[in-house]
C-alpha cells in the first residue's frame, strides 16, 4: 500500500478505536481535570530538576511545543497531515481525520504529530479543554486569559516546526481545507514554500468533495491534489461572488499540466456576477405555433428560421413562405464565388 492510498477498512476500523478511546480518556469532572494539572505540574518539576529554567506553567508548556521532538524515531521520513472530519467511504460513521493520520500512521510507518514525542506530550495536557484551564487558574494561581490562549498558541508553534521538519513528500487528511484551520494556516503555507516539498509532493488520501455550486470543470480544477493544497474553502463560499474567487485562483502557482483548465476557469469565474450563473441549464427548446403550412417545430432559441431572398416586409419573417416559395432561378453562367 502507498503512502497516500485511500484508508483501507482495518484502517478506518483502527482509527474508530482510537477516536473512542480518546474520548473515553477526555476529563469531564473535575477531579479528571485535577489530575490533567496535577500531570502537567509534575512535570514542570521534572524539567527543572534537569536543569530547564521555566518561571511557570505556560512557559513551560511553550518550551515543549518550541523544543520538543516533532519526529518519532521509529517511523519514516513522509508526513502525515489533517484537519477536521468526515465520514469516508466504508466508515459507519463520522471519524475525525487526526485518528485516520494515525491509523494510517501506524500501518504505513508514516510520522503523525500527535504520535511525536513533543505531540503526545502536548495532547495529554488536554489544553483546550475548560475544565483543565479552570483547575490551573484555580489551584495553580495562573492567568485564565492566558490559560485560553496558550492552547492555540503551542499548537501552532509545534505545528509549524512538524511542517518544517518535512524531509519529502507529504499527506494530508482531509475534505475541504478552512483558511483559519492549524493545516490551512500553518501547515500548509510551509510545505508549499518547503523546499523538500513543494506542490506536487502534497497528497490527499481522501477524495475531495463535490461542490454543487461549482461547474464540474472548475470542481475537477481544485480537486487536484497541487491546487487543493492552495485553495481553501472560504475562497469558494457560495455566499461571495465568482470574481474574488477568481482574484483568488489567479494568484495561485498551477503546474503546467493545467495551464488551459486554470485559464479556462478564470475566464468564466470572472465573467459571473454569481454561482448560480455558473451553473444555470440552457434554456429547452421552445415549441413554435403550429399553422397549416407549419406543423408544430423546434426552433431553440438562438435559432431563427432564413428569411425568402427579396424584400420580406419590414422585416418580418415567414418561415411558412419560405418554404413554400419556389428557389429563384440560377443564372446561366454563374460568376465564380457567388453565394447561390
Not at 88 to 113: D, I
Not at 188 to 207: C, D, Q, S, W, Y
Not at 246 to 257: C, M, N, S, T, Y
Not at 295 to 321: F, K, M, Q, S, W
Request: aromatic share 6%; proline share 10%; charged share 25%.
Amino acid at each position: 500500500m502507498t503512502y497516500a492510498a485511500s484508508p483501507s477498512a482495518p484502517e478506518i476500523a483502527r482509527a474508530l478505536e482510537l477516536q473512542d478511546a480518546h474520548q473515553a480518556a477526555k476529563p469531564r469532572t473535575p477531579e479528571q481535570a485535577m489530575g490533567v494539572a496535577a500531570h502537567i505540574y509534575a512535570d514542570w518539576r521534572a524539567a527543572h530538576e534537569r536543569g530547564e529554567s521555566y518561571p511557570d506553567l505556560p512557559s513551560y508548556v511553550r518550551g515543549v511545543a518550541g523544543t520538543g521532538s516533532v519526529t518519532s524515531a521509529e517511523r519514516g521520513e513522509v508526513r502525515a497531515f489533517w484537519s477536521w472530519k468526515s465520514q469516508p467511504e466504508g466508515a459507519p460513521r463520522e471519524v475525525e481525520h487526526r485518528f485516520l493520520a494515525q491509523a494510517c500512521g501506524e500501518s504505513r510507518g508514516v510520522q503523525v504529530l500527535e504520535d511525536s514525542p513533543a505531540g503526545s506530550r502536548l495532547d495529554a495536557y488536554w489544553l483546550w479543554e475548560p475544565l483543565v484551564q479552570d483547575v490551573l487558574a484555580k489551584n495553580y494561581k495562573q492567568n485564565p486569559a492566558e490559560l485560553k490562549a496558550l492552547a492555540p498558541e503551542v499548537w501552532s508553534t509545534v505545528s509549524q516546526r512538524y511542517a518544517e521538519a518535512a524531509e519529502g513528500p507529504v499527506v494530508a487528511f482531509a475534505a475541504d481545507i478552512g483558511a483559519e484551520s492549524v493545516l490551512g494556516k500553518d501547515e500548509l503555507p510551509r510545505l508549499l514554500a518547503h523546499t523538500n516539498v513543494g506542490k506536487e509532493n502534497i497528497r490527499f488520501p481522501l477524495p475531495s468533495p463535490r461542490h454543487e455550486h461549482l461547474p464540474p470543470e472548475i470542481d475537477a480544477l481544485i480537486a487536484d491534489d497541487a491546487v487543493r493544497a492552495q485553495v481553501r474553502m472560504d475562497d469558494f463560499d457560495p455566499a461571495k461572488s465568482p470574481k474574488d474567487f477568481a482574484q483568488k485562483l489567479g494568484g495561485i502557482d498551477v503546474p503546467e499540466r493545467l495551464r488551459e483548465n486554470h485559464e479556462a476557469a478564470l475566464w468564466r469565474l470572472g465573467l459571473a456576477d454569481g454561482y448560480d450563473e455558473l451553473t444555470a441549464r440552457p434554456a429547452e427548446p421552445k415549441r413554435a405555433a403550429a399553422n397549416e403550412f407549419l406543423p408544430g417545430v423546434d426552433v431553440r432559441p438562438v435559432a431563427r428560421p432564413a428569411a425568402p431572398r427579396g424584400p420580406t416586409g419590414h422585416g418580418v419573417l415567414n418561415p411558412a413562405a419560405a418554404l413554400s416559395l419556389p428557389p429563384p432561378a440560377a443564372p446561366v453562367h454563374q460568376p465564380a464565388g457567388i453565394e447561390r
